[in-house]
């Protein structure tokens, strides 16, 4: 079938909307129907090159929801007219990681999905008879796409797809972080680092569980709006703080934070992440993609006084079993997510989505097919 789909031809140049050439489902397979796709950070990181992963040509895209529309031998678990989103995190429920309860990194599939390729090791899609790369075993910026049956979680009917597509990646990574990595108890102090798409769910997250303070560091100014609206208690630009930013956040919280989150991806910013934890037990944990050839630095001394140094991928979450309980949370106005969603856009419009969060104008765009 053919397909509509804005491809990454080359890094660093504008998507190109294009008609794609998508072959059927396989064995184990779905093809969805993309209804509608939010554009997070890590595509912008894939697309400017920064991803040590990255393959060009490719279809991004991997915050999306949509409708089953064909399924392909063997798969029991969904069926045509499902409403599902999409996981870049699948759960096989078979691997030694899924069934050591320990972790949500499922690897049943990881190696081929990093190669761009499904499980077979090919593509489904093609333009003019050449190969074009799936991005995140999701390649959600395409009308249709085809995903292991594994990579999708069934939702309710009734969630807006608008709307439930930002629980494939922003609300989870943001919420579920909180609730299942560093799993925040009610009183703690927590600081957050990138009040942007991830940042704010971190926010939300901590409101929710009954955090204390949660303090926001931003560089930009008019995320402080943004933040209190979801519960931030204090807000923090390190452009305007005399002095060290980590001796200012230690001295905010009397001693550190007990909780504190990298949601920006800058290897400096982790590091004063980690620092700004509370002597003893703070625990810091990174969300933030940092850029290939990155590393991060301490001294050995900030880790032998008992802070914690963790990571999160999508919010620790286990994608077919936690997934539908955050559209319920979101339905059920547990947590927000419309107010988030700044910008709606076509498909044509989809560069647009990547300007503005370049500007730091947008919280979420999300692209409607
Ligand atoms: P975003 O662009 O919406 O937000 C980033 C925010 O960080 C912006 O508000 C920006 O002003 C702020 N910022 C940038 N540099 C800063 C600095 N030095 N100090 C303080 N604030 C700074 O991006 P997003 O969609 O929220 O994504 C944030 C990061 O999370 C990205 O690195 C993204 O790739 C990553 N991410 C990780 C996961 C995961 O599973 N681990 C999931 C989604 C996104
Ligand atoms: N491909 C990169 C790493 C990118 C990365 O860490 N991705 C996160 C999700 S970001 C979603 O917006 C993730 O899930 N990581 C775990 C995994 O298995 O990819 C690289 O450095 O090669
Ligand atoms: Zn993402």
Redesign the pocket.
Known sequence: MKTRAAVAFEAKKPLEIVELDLEGPKEGEVLVEIMATGI???D??TLDGLDSEGLFPSVLGHEGAGIVREVGPGVTSVKPDDHVIPLYTPECRQCKTCLSQKSNLCTSIRATQGKGVMPDGTSRFSYKGETIYHYMGCSTFSNFTVLPEIAVAKIRDDAPFDKACYIG??VT?GVGAVTNTAKVTPGSNVIV???????LNVIQGAKMVGADKIIG????DD?EEWGRRFGMTHFVN?KKVDGDIVQHLVALTDGGGDFTFD????T??MRQALESAHRGWGESI?????EAGKEIATRPFQLVTGRVWK?????GARGRTDVPKIVDWYMDKKIEIDPMITHTLSLEEINKGFDL?HE?K???SVVVY
């Open positions: 997070c950070h890590t912008a990181y990646c922003g990574t680092f990138g009040l942007g798409g991830i940042g560091v931003d560089l930009n995320k390190p949601c920006t991806g800058n400096t910013v990174v969300i933030g993609v940092a990571g999160t991928a999508f919010g969060m730091g947008s919280i979420r």
